[in-house]
């Protein structure tokens, strides 16, 4: 059974901030949050692996789906009880290089553990090691037009 949450900001008493909120607690969730970022640019240096916090962050300029004209929101990604981080197909140098995010994947391994991966366009990979999906997506700002 999913446990997908998606609300928006006014749901939950934050009049001002509406927006998308989304959290992953399995690969089901998961796949939820991947409809939802499609088509997402993330720039290289707008991601981070806190080794400390086994945290994996990144803000993206997702493509809204649910408004009808071409629109862009800053939004927020992170993975919680991440052990490790494996970067393919790009050079982490790059800070300046946008990426264009096509989904989110589960691998599973000794459930719950396992590895989340993030396909990017051009053959990129980010492979996430888990202890298990947990995982929020909170749109940042509010809309702007769509400009990638």
């Known amino acids: 059974m999913a446990d997908t949450k998606a609300q928006s900001g006014e749901q939950e008493g ?20 991947s409809d939802h970022i499609q088509d997402s640019i ?7 692996f806190l080794p400390q916090a086994k945290r994996f962050v990144f803000v993206m300029s997702r493509l809204d ?9 800053m939004t927020g990604v992170h993975f919680d009880r991440v ?6 197909g790009f ?30 366009s051009d053959g990129a990979v980010i492979r996430l ?10 749109d940042l700002a509010p809309l702007g037009p769509d400009t990638a």
Do not use: H
Not at 83 to 88: I, K
Not at 97 to 117: M, Q, Y
Not at 129 to 138: G, H, M, P
């Open 65 to 73: 789906w649910e408004e009808t004209a071409a629109a862009r929101r």
């Open 14 to 33: 934050n009049a001002g901030a509406p927006g998308l909120r989304l959290i992953a607690l399995d690969a089901e969730d998961l796949a939820a949050i």
């Open 91 to 120: 050079r982490q140098e790059a800070r300046e290089t946008a990426l264009n995010l096509i989904g989110l994947s589960f691998r599973a391994d000794r459930e719950p553990s396992g590895t989340v991966i993030l396909k990017f």
């Open 83 to 88: 052990s490790r981080v494996t970067y393919l």
């Open 42 to 48: 993330v720039r290289i240096g707008d991601m981070a």
């Open 129 to 138: 090691e888990v202890e298990c999906i947990e995982a929020r997506l909170s």
